[in-house]
T-cell receptor, first 113, second 120 residues
Framework: RKEVEQDPGPFNVPEGATVAFNCTYSNSASQSFFWYRQDCRKEPKLLMSVYSSGNEDGRFTAQLNRASQYISLLIRDSKLSDSATYLCVVNPFSGAGSYQLTFGKGTKLSVIP | DAGVIQSPRHEVTEMGQEVTLRCKPISGHDYLFWYRQTMMRGLELLIYFNNNVPIDDSGMPEDRFSAKMPNASFSTLKIQPSEPRDSAVYFC??????????????????FGNGTRLTVT
């Protein structure tokens, strides 16, 4: 089983739609979680961190399910500018420790006019 | 503010040639990472430095790859000799620890815009 797995997509959704991505991770000891966004031919950028209690940032909601070892990203009211690849990232550590961020291969989202 | 700067943006070279990729991290950042991204394998960590010292190079694929960080504002990744399977986008990223302690949530990565390497 791969360490971090994502549905590669593409997800093609109309503007205004709600779309959700899931990501599963194999290391049950993973402690910290993130979503990065990568535009075509650009560098990845941090979209949001994912906390145990779940968190929201505008139209974006991230949730963590430790029992099932998955994290999710929900995008409401999709905009054309949301078109990108979304990378799921996990780390066995949340406190001070060695760096072990593992990136998923990403889920591609295309928002259609 | 200047972000992470990588050069060149694109590199096309023939198999067997030496390739040197360059990175200037964000000023003041004390961690520097080299990643490689391919369609097949996604983003893979090659090596990272803390205060210019290599900490973990277990991701470097083989001895043909080497990385240096002679000072806080410059790092290189060298491939010698290059092979077609090295074709990928190579990203450099930097990060700032909090009071000398790196934690995932407090030290996000800032990526450069990458070097697209093609080895023919």
């Amino acid at each position: 089983r791969k360490e971090v797995e994502q549905d590669p997509g593409p997800f093609n959704v109309p503007e205004g739609a709600t779309v959700a991505f899931n990501c599963t991770y194999s290391n049950s000891a993973s402690q910290s979680f993130f979503w990065y966004r990568q535009d075509c031919r650009k560098e990845p950028k941090l979209l949001m961190s994912v906390y145990s209690s779940g968190n929201e940032d505008g139209r974006f909601t991230a949730q963590l399910n430790r029992a099932s070892q998955y994290i999710s990203l929900l995008i409401r009211d999709s905009k054309l500018s949301d078109s990108a690849t979304y990378l799921c990232v996990v780390n066995p550590f949340s406190g001070a420790g060695s760096y072990q961020l593992t990136f998923g291969k990403g889920t591609k989202l295309s928002v259609i006019p | 503010d200047a972000g992470v700067i990588q050069s060149p943006r694109h590199e096309v070279t023939e198999m067997g040639q030496e390739v040197t990729l360059r990175c200037k991290p964000i000023s003041g950042h004390d961690y520097l990472f080299w990643y490689r991204q391919t369609m097949m394998r996604g983003l893979e960590l090659l090596i990272y430095f803390n205060n210019n010292v290599p900490i973990d190079d277990s991701g470097m694929p083989e001895d043909r790859f080497s990385a240096k960080m002679p000072n806080a504002s410059f790092s290189t990744l060298k491939i010698q000799p290059s092979e077609p399977r090295d074709s990928a986008v190579y990203f450099c990223a930097s990060s700032l620890s909090q009071s000398g302690v790196w934690t995932s949530y407090n030290s996000p990565l800032h990526f450069g815009n990458g070097t697209r390497l093609t080895v023919t």
